[in-house]
């Protein structure tokens, strides 16, 4: 049987935004359940903050053994919460959205990256805020926004069932990650004047697939096929369940030895080239401005300690032997994955303040980081087993 689909809706919507992806997903014959986040939709329940919404699709997940996870916009927020951990998740998809970093909000992610202009869209003209806490959406301004490219009737449709978003969920700052360790793709929307397609290209370099859709912010009215087809796939090729605990003992002892080999061949391999693309970004900033330097020295400072931190940890799973090992590099591997994404930042920073040098510091990082994702599918995988 195929993985279930849960589909998580993004701000002021509800999980009616998805009938057409789930009215092609009933004819693939797989399953899927559409949630709607408390205060949204159908739900009765009072507006919450990341937290409760994380809580909210956690409790749907606890009811699965195998699951795909999708979230739109302000939904990516959310998968990137409340699945970090969870053994029924399997793959995340992330379209237009937000796969936030442990201590990241909607509202500040990507400001270390772009530049202001870069992330600006007609979303802040068509907000209306409110006294109570929460803002609703231009009615006059919501089909440019959303669904410029939707079918009249179904655009004018949505627009009258838009719905108010609290403020502490756009606000809120994540507390888990789930992308650094679960396969997943994101969905870039080229034509989206709601969330920016230059942050979503940022945004995407975190996740482990990328794929580019000419749609604006809701492919899932406009262009439903494309989204279930992606789902389907995915579901259809996801379809053993998840180890339970016992199960991941038994072949942990039949596979210790040459897993914890190959893993810590791997990430040792890794962190051998971060370290050698560290230090090139260190003998860039010496060459540049001393203003320049002074800015990305604590940056690159950071990524060095945290290296060493990443090794520590490595060590610390050889020690361990046995089927210990596995729990110890979990902690290692998180280290890990996140250096590539520091690294990214201080790089872009790099480019963007120095010049020339920055240039200089940026040749072949797009190639590295392409390869930094696929080795950490790979270690993902050898955890996995």
Known sequence: ????????????????????????????????????????????????????????????????????????????????????????????????????????????????????EDTRTALGAALVSHDDGTSTIDPERAIDLFYDDCAPDDAAKAVDRLDAQSWAELGGVATRAAWPEIPSTYAVCTEDHAVSPALQQVLARRCTHTLEWSTSHSPFVSRPELVANLLIELASTTIAPAPTPATRETEHSMTSDTNQSEYRERAHSALDKLKAQIDELRVQADLAQAEVRDRLTPGIESLRKRQGEALAKLDDAQK?????????????????????????????EMQSAAGAAGAAAAKGRDAFLDEWRKEREARHKLLDK
């Open 1 to 116: 049987m195929a993985a279930t689909v849960v589909l998580v809706h993004g701000a002021w919507h509800g999980a009616w935004c998805w009938e057409h992806v789930i009215s092609l997903l009933d004819d693939a014959a797989v399953p899927s359940i559409a949630i709607d986040l408390p205060g949204h939709g159908a739900s009765t329940a009072p507006l919450s903050d990341l937290a409760g919404d994380a809580a909210a699709l956690r409790t749907v997940l606890d009811s699965l053994d195998n699951a795909i996870v999708c979230g739109h916009s302000y939904g990516g927020a959310v998968i990137s919460e409340g699945a970090a951990d969870h053994t029924a998740v399997r793959h995340l998809v992330v379209i237009a959205g937000f796969p936030l970093a442990v201590g990241e909000s909607c509202a500040t992610v990507g400001a270390d990256e772009l530049a202001p």
């Open 320 to 348: 361990a032997g046995g089927e210990a090992w596995k729990s110890v590099a979990q902690q290692a591997e998180q280290v890990v994955s996140e250096l590539g994404d520091t690294f990214s930042k201080v790089a872009t």
